[in-house]
């Protein structure tokens, strides 16, 4: 499911979408385009600097505008190095122009683990004999 606010909502309401969602991001829309993303983290960092209440705050203020994308045609792989080099837990996945969803950095830890739990439950039947 891909979860979404609009620039022009308050970040309560982002933050209370986050967190009966149990997400960190909320992507943010905006005639029916990729706007911004809200995470926990840009609600940390920049809202000191805003004097007022998340209740009266847009979100437009606190979000980050130059979202970090992928492609459909992007590895796991390459989404954990993006993410790890330009420091990001979310990546929305864009077919062209068009929103397809959103991978986190849990979906990417999780699918890397499966792999590897496959990999070596396969190489513990080889070493058996049982392949």
């Known amino acids: 499911n891909i979860y979404s606010v609009t620039p022009e909502a308050t970040v309560y309401d982002a933050l209370k979408m986050m967190a009966d ?3 960190g991001a909320v992507l943010v829309i905006e005639e029916g385009k990729l706007a ?6 840009d609600y940390a960092r920049r809202a000191i600097a ?16 130059n979202v970090l994308y992928v492609g459909p045609d992007k590895t796991v792989e390459d989404c954990m190095f993006l993410m790890i080099t ?3 837990r979310h990546l929305p996945v864009m ?5 397809i969803g959103i991978i ?9 683990i499966s792999e590897q739990k496959f990999a070596l439950e396969s190489l513990e039947k080889y070493m058996q004999g049982s392949l």
Not at 50 to 65: F, G, I, Q, W, Y
Not at 95 to 99: G, Q, Y
Not at 107 to 112: E, L, P
Request: proline content about 5%; overall charge positive; charged content about 40%.
């Open 104 to 112: 986190s950095i849990n979906d990417v830890v999780k699918i890397i």
């Open 36 to 41: 911004g993303i809200l995470t926990e983290r």
């Open 50 to 65: 805003h004097d007022e209440s998340p209740k009266n705050t847009p979100v437009r203020d606190l979000m980050t505008k």
């Open 86 to 88: 330009k420091h990001v």
């Open 21 to 23: 969602k149990k997400m």
């Open 95 to 99: 077919d062209n122009e068009r929103l």
